[in-house]
């Protein structure tokens, strides 16, 4: 029942009032980052898994001028999920075809692997909402060196980071069993991915599952809708909106 | 009841809150308290948050407490077996040993905050048999077996949590927690499998040495009834990566119960 309320209560937020809601969320999130940043415990364990800041690999992003409303309740969580797999689907397809410079057989195999999960899962929620889907969007990779190895890794670690908090903050949005169950299959991959990637990214330490995802009680740490499509804005050049939980 | 200050309540139980009060002890005020002291606090804080959404104690609906007590079985399991095998003499290279020193952290952290959840209703933790009768007598001098027996309970939890998420619709501040504990569990399981020499995704329903009936299901190339083989030109083989299946309560504690002492 109280599900029922808040999703009521987000649907009925306009377009507006959420983007402003999502500018809150980012400047709050930025001031906290500011001030975690700021001071250093010397007892606490050194995580090797870094604070995640895509915002510097965002290109100058000028928009192709489309605006696409992601919509809300539960048809827009799964078109939000579409949205995201889409742009991970779009990297990777990137990164298969422009290979960095030093691409070993073994990463050749994780990035193909990658590349299919995530086109499969786009094309599955693009089946699944029919009609309901909204359009194909246009990544924005201009900011990202693709040839550069750890450029590639360290985004890639950082955009199934994002799909991971954001598949988990999405769950209590989706009321029919099936779609949470769903959703469910997808982000343990995604959570896979982002293991695999950190590994990667930081090899022999505790980043697979660092301390930067997930919290002081082995929670990883997840993000409602806004906050995550503040994240990847830069990425794409449509605008989203939606009315879903900023 | 407003949920979104119940989350933010709940985000803010973590690191960063740690840090906060962290950072305030540093100057002096409370120059007792250290960033340990403030961690062990935290399960508290979040079980408080909890019950303040769902009512004292036996607010917790008897699905909810029979799903967070089936869990606790699971991370009680995974927590014994974690500090066994930091104990017990077992070598693990040196290059694996933050690696299962995190895993270890968390399971302990969900233990704790699964029984501080649930109150008096937790379940009392049983007394466990890692070697499964004798099916895995060296797993605490053998570090292969150990880390056999680590993905067995990994790719185990994964599932389970999964399988049990439809039951928890009805509490979504619970649901929100088991999700984040489901996603922490896929990464210990992706790199685990990794160390062993597998993909950290599962194919189809290889085994990879171990028990089928952990990875019975894991084929499924069909979702909400749609054939997902065909709509992306992709194989079979990667079809059945990019989902994870369920196992039901009854498939885990048959996994499960191999692990529990029998006298």
């Known amino acids: 029942m109280e599900k029922l309320n808040l999703v009521s209560e987000s649907s009925t937020r306009t377009d507006g009032l959420g983007r402003r809601s999502f500018l809150r969320y980012a400047g709050g999130a930025a001031v906290i980052g500011g001030v975690l940043a700021s001071c250093s415990s010397p007892d606490e364990v050194v995580s090797k898994s870094p604070t995640n800041d895509l915002s510097k690999y965002a290109g100058g992003r000028m928009g192709n001028g489309i605006t696409v409303n992601l919509g809300s309740g539960e048809l827009g969580i799964l078109n939000y999920a579409y949205a995201l797999e889409q742009l991970e689907a779009a990297y990777y397809e990137m990164v298969m075809k422009n290979?960095?410079?030093?691409?070993?057989?073994?990463?050749?195999?994780?990035?193909?692997?990658?590349?299919?999960?995530?086109?499969?899962?786009?094309?599955?929620?693009?089946?699944?909402?029919?009609?309901?889907?909204?359009?194909?969007l246009t990544p924005d990779f201009s900011g990202i060196n693709f040839k550069q190895r750890s450029v590639v890794i360290d985004v890639a670690r950082q955009f199934e980071d994002t799909g991971v908090s954001a598949y988990n903050g999405a769950g209590k949005f989706l009321q029919t069993e099936a779609y949470l169950i769903t959703a469910g299959k997808i982000v343990s991959v995604e959570a896979r991915h982002a293991s695999i990637l950190s590994e990667l990214q930081f090899p022999n330490g505790n980043a697979f599952a660092g301390d930067t995802p997930i919290d002081g009680n082995g929670l990883e740490r997840s993000r409602n809708p806004g906050a995550v499509l503040a994240i990847v804005a830069p990425f794409i050049q449509e605008t989203l909106t939606s009315g879903l939980m900023a | 009841m407003n949920l979104q200050n119940i989350l933010t309540e709940l985000e803010s139980v973590d690191g960063e809150l740690?840090?906060?009060?962290?950072?305030?002890?540093?100057?002096g005020l409370f120059s007792s308290l250290t960033r340990k002291t403030i961690a062990a606090a935290a399960p508290m804080v979040m079980a408080s948050a909890l019950t303040n959404a769902y009512g004292q104690g036996s607010g917790l609906s008897s699905v909810v407490v029979d799903v967070l007590n089936f869990a606790l079985l699971l991370e009680y399991a995974e927590s014994e077996f974690y500090n066994m095998g930091?104990?017990?003499?077992?070598?693990?290279?040196?290059?694996?040993?933050?690696?299962?020193?995190?895993?270890?952290?968390?399971?302990?952290?969900?233990?704790?905050?699964?029984?501080s959840v649930l109150g008096s209703q937790a379940i009392a933790k049983p007394r466990f048999d890692f070697t499964a009768g004798g099916a895995f007598p060296d797993v605490f001098s053998n570090f292969q077996t150990y880390a056999a027996v680590s993905q067995a309970f990994e790719d185990t939890g994964v599932r389970a949590y999964k399988g049990q998420a439809g039951r928890l619709r009805m509490a979504p501040a619970i649901l929100e927690v088991a999700l984040n504990i489901h996603s922490v569990e896929a990464r210990h399981a992706a790199r685990i499998r990794q160390l062993r020499g597998n993909k950290g995704w599962i194919t189809d329903n290889m085994a990879t040495g171990l028990p089928q009936a952990i990875y019975d299901?894991?084929?499924?190339?069909?979702?909400?009834?749609?054939?997902?083989?065909?709509?992306?030109?992709?194989?079979?083989?990667?079809?059945?990566?990019?989902?994870?299946?369920?196992?039901?309560?009854d498939q885990v504690l048959a996994i499960a119960g191999a692990f529990l002492a029998k006298n």
């Open chain 2, 18 to 27: 740690v840090d906060r009060m962290a950072h305030v002890s540093r100057r």
């Open chain 2, 86 to 115: 930091a104990t017990s003499g077992l070598m693990v290279p040196s290059e694996n040993r933050e690696m299962f020193a995190q895993i270890r952290k968390h399971e302990n952290a969900h233990v704790r905050l699964l029984q």
């Open chain 2, 217 to 249: 299901g894991e084929n499924i190339t069909h979702q909400l009834g749609i054939e997902v083989i065909g709509l992306t030109g992709k194989s079979r083989a990667e079809v059945t990566e990019a989902f994870d299946e369920v196992l039901s309560k």
């Open chain 1, 99 to 136: 290979p960095y410079e030093g691409m070993n057989a073994m990463e050749r195999q994780i990035f193909t692997d990658l590349r299919a999960h995530e086109q499969i899962h786009r094309d599955f929620f693009k089946a699944a909402l029919g009609s309901a889907a909204i359009q194909g």
